[in-house]
């Protein structure tokens, strides 16, 4: 349920106004360290707690290994941002840096090829869309955001 929050607050935002608050990046931020923290210092298994809708999704293997490696394809995407100067925004990058932390490596990479799968389909049909209309959609800005809703979501209630 956290992770359902995070996704639907960050694509809304995203895609109303193209840029994810950093007080909503700093919030999950603190929220997914603090119960990958309590998870591990005090042996919690949270799937066994009343409040378990809530870390539905959540990485739980024991190493940490898995958390860092989800936090490098943030790092990864923002590296990305520098070298083409914005093209893919600094938001995405901190939310999969933040997405890594809460979904550990395997599940992050998932959310982001399916995201990418979902936004190079939709680029495509807005360019053949805009052939058959006689537009050039080809410097069209898609949110980004918006294509992690439905793998997201999935991840978060399976």
Not at 97 to 110: D, E, S, T, V
Request: aromatic share 16%; charged share 15%.
């Amino acid at each position: 349920m956290s992770f359902s929050l995070y996704i639907l607050a960050a694509a809304w935002q995203d895609g109303r106004r193209k840029a994810v608050s950093g007080w909503l990046l700093l919030f999950f931020f603190v929220h997914f360290l603090t119960s990958q923290i309590v998870r591990r210092v005090f042996e919690v298994d949270m799937a066994k707690k009343p409040a378990s809708i809530w870390y539905q999704g959540m990485c739980t293997d024991p190493s940490l290994l898995p958390l860092w490696a989800g936090c490098l394809i943030g790092v990864a995407l923002l590296l990305v941002s520098r070298v083409t100067e914005g093209a893919l925004g600094e938001g995405d990058g901190l939310f999969f840096f933040i997405a890594g932390i809460y979904l550990g490596f395997w599940k992050n990479l998932f959310l982001l090829c399916t995201s990418l799968s979902l936004c190079s389909i939709t680029g495509i049909a807005y360019m053949v869309l805009g052939r058959v209309q006689g537009k050039d959609y080809r410097k069209r800005k898609l949110p980004f955001l918006l294509f992690t809703l439905p793998a997201g979501l999935w991840l978060a209630c399976g």
